[in-house]
T-cell receptor, first 112, second 116 residues
């Protein structure tokens, strides 16, 4: 089985812009979670989607949003980018009813 | 409020010896624990997990031990190899649904260096 894929791998944006990141889960996995990794805060949970519904959300401002499509692919969007949004954004997928999450390679976002 | 803690930022061991990475947690609701290995600018790679109904799980060179009363888990790597050099994260979750859906809570990571 192919693993979790994320596009793009690298992105440079300027403050105030918005960005959309994409994630394709492992085939058959319907749960997709997103995380932000920064040197100061470590790996922080953003949100989780299952069957096109957001079931859980972490402690991030409303500028961070996401969605999931009927084929389980997911996107996350960050609007009005701030310098502090520079981070590695990771998505992970898991099979229904299973706790183990498998991560993609991440998207490195740099906000200038 | 750091619910999962890895108190050792780094660990250095000799090739062939045992590596022991430690993790403590504070939330007694956690019932599933995982270890991931990570290289810079890459996603974490799943290594091994353990449910709270067990106290030990083995997979090849990797063994995870869980001490629920102490809220402590550890990862043993035997024998250690230079290719094991990476950052190791422990993570925890609970299966009650609601605010636990799809959420792993991570420790800050331990940098393991295995010297040839």
């Amino acid at each position: 089985k192919a693993g979790v894929t994320q596009t793009p791998r690298y992105l440079i944006k300027t403050r105030g812009q918005q960005v959309t990141l994409s994630c394709s889960p492992i085939s058959g996995h319907r749960s997709v979670s997103w995380y932000q990794q920064t040197p100061g805060q470590g790996l922080q949970f953003l949100f989780e989607y299952f069957s096109e519904t957001q079931r859980n959300k972490g402690n991030f401002p409303g500028r961070f949003s996401g969605r999931q499509f009927s084929n389980s692919r997911s996107e996350m969007n960050v609007s009005t980018l701030e310098l502090g949004d520079s981070a590695l954004y990771l998505c992970a997928s898991s099979a229904h009813g299973k706790e183990t999450q498998y991560f993609g390679p991440g998207t490195r976002l740099l906000v200038l | 409020d750091q619910q999962v803690k890895q108190n050792s930022p780094s660990l250095s061991v000799q090739e062939g010896r045992i590596s022991i990475l430690n993790c403590d947690y504070t939330n007694s609701m956690f019932d599933y624990f995982l270890w991931y290995k990570k290289y810079p600018a890459e996603g974490p790679t799943f290594l091994i997990s353990i449910s709270s109904i067990k106290d030990k799980n083995e997979d090849g060179r990797f063994t995870v031990f869980l001490n629920k009363s102490a809220k402590h888990l550890s990862l043993h790597i035997v024998p250690s190899q230079p290719g094991d050099s990476a950052v190791y994260f422990c993570a925890a979750s609970w299966s009650a649904g609601g605010t636990s859906y799809g959420k792993l809570t991570f420790g800050q990571g331990t940098i393991l260096t295995v010297h040839p």
